[in-house]
């Protein structure tokens, strides 16, 4: 069987034969056919991530995009109501000592009101029933003769507590103590002894008092000027002794860095060494 002879100025691709085209039903798109003349459109370049479907947009509110909250500014008003909600859970014990300075100082620091929201996340409303006060602390006085006394409160403080260490060591540890007035009053009496009131990070400490031939000394990280935050009052006298008020951030610094290093080390975190917690 001979073949087609092609003739001048048409390719051989030109004889093949040529297909209807398909008929269009009423109601049906008409269908482009395309760059390439089979119907289906030319590839194009496909977006980064190896899917051609455009990302689906970031959810909007109110045309600002949400990041986990009101994205309003708080108000100077809104952070005081804050604090206040802070303190009302201190009284019903939702809040030790350290938390109730960390999170007011938090609450200054606020620019949205998700950014205070955040904060309440985990209390309750003002006034919510069954709130019951934290159980009171007893022990208001700590001496030590000649040994040691180390003691870390846990329970309600509503009167001043007492240190008196002589030729020995006193060591109150504050930070888990439960303050519903925002306030603590401490006495410290060191005569050839030492006393150490370990206080949370951002409080305000009130030191009065004398020394002879001792020390008296605050290592505590200064509150914001205008911060309304819990308060400690010291009245300190040492007479060939030291009275020492430190906050958790200079609080056995050898410790912290030993513990820091650790978590660096190892990948992924977890806990640190023995005895560093």
């Not at 939702?94 to 205070?116: H, I, N, P, Q």
């Amino acid at each position: 069987m001979s073949q087609p002879t092609p003739q001048p100025g048409r390719r051989p691709s030109d004889l093949r034969p040529q297909v209807p085209p398909e008929p269009v039903h009423a109601g049906e798109p008409v269908r482009d056919p395309g760059p390439r003349g089979d119907g289906d459109p030319a590839p194009g370049p496909v977006p980064a991530g190896g899917s051609g479907a455009a990302p689906d947009p970031e959810p909007k509110r109110d045309g600002v995009p949400e990041r986990g909250g009101d994205p309003v500014r708080a108000s100077n008003a809104e952070r005081e109501a804050v604090v206040e909600a802070l303190r009302v859970a201190s009284v019903e014990g939702r809040l030790t000592f350290e938390e109730l300075t960390e999170r007011s100082e938090k609450a200054y620091l606020a620019v949205t009101r998700g950014d205070l929201e955040r904060i309440l996340a985990d209390l309750p409303g003002m006034g919510a029933p069954g709130a019951e006060p934290a159980p009171p602390q007893v022990r208001r006085r700590f001496t030590a003769i000649m040994g040691d006394c180390k003691e870390r409160i846990v329970g309600r403080i509503d009167q001043e507590l007492e240190a008196l260490s002589v030729m020995g060591d006193v060591v109150l540890d504050l930070r888990g103590a439960q303050v519903p007035s925002g306030e603590v009053t401490v006495v410290a009496t060191a005569v050839m002894g030492d006393v150490k009131v370990i206080v949370p990070d951002g409080v305000t400490v009130r030191m009065t008092g004398y020394a002879v031939m001792g020390v008296r000394k605050v290592q505590a990280r200064e509150a914001r000027e205008g911060v309304r935050v819990p308060v400690v009052n010291v009245r300190a006298h040492a007479i060939m002794g030291d009275v020492k008020i430190v906050d958790d951030e200079h609080h056995d610094p050898v410790r912290r860095a030993l513990a820091s290093w650790w978590e660096r080390r190892k990948p992924g975190g977890g806990e640190g060494p023995p005895g560093t917690r």
